[in-house]
């Protein structure tokens, strides 16, 4: 069965940090572009972050950029979310996702079909 959960989310005063997990299992996780997304309660879903299949290219969204950093272990089927300096307004569930496509010419980090639950990050003022 193909799936990736998260975890690491939880409840940080603002200004802390928290490093959420994505591991994957039942793909070939080499092969997959990964990112993370998050919504907030009444906002739509909005790409925060994705990562290429060798880790080299990376994308941020302007909000995150320079505080948050991805990265991902293939060995360990995992992809990371450093967040430092978080914000009140980075309260979120936080997903992971496959990556359809990296970089579409106008958008970047297309999601895939593999999502996992969510972790949940509130910051607190």
């Known amino acids: 069965q193909v799936q990736v959960a998260e975890s690491g989310g939880g409840l940080v005063q603002a200004g802390g940090s928290l490093r959420l997990s994505c591991t994957a299992s039942?793909?070939?996780?080499?092969?997959?572009?990964m990112g993370w997304f998050r919504q907030a309660p009444g906002k739509e879903r909005e790409v925060i972050s994705c990562i290429s299949v060798s880790g080299i290219g990376t994308y941020y969204t302007d909000s995150v950029k320079g505080r948050f950093t991805i990265s991902r272990d293939n060995v360990k089927n995992t992809v990371y979310l450093q967040m430092n300096r978080l914000k009140p307004e980075d309260t979120a569930m936080y997903y992971c996702?496959?990556?359809?496509?990296?970089?579409?010419?106008?958008?970047?980090?297309?999601?895939?079909?593999?999502w996992g639950q969510g972790t949940q990050v509130t910051v607190s003022s």
């Open positions: 039942g793909l070939t996780f080499a092969n997959y572009h």
């Open positions: 996702a496959s990556i359809a496509t990296f970089y579409s010419g106008t958008y970047y980090c297309l999601p895939g079909t593999v």
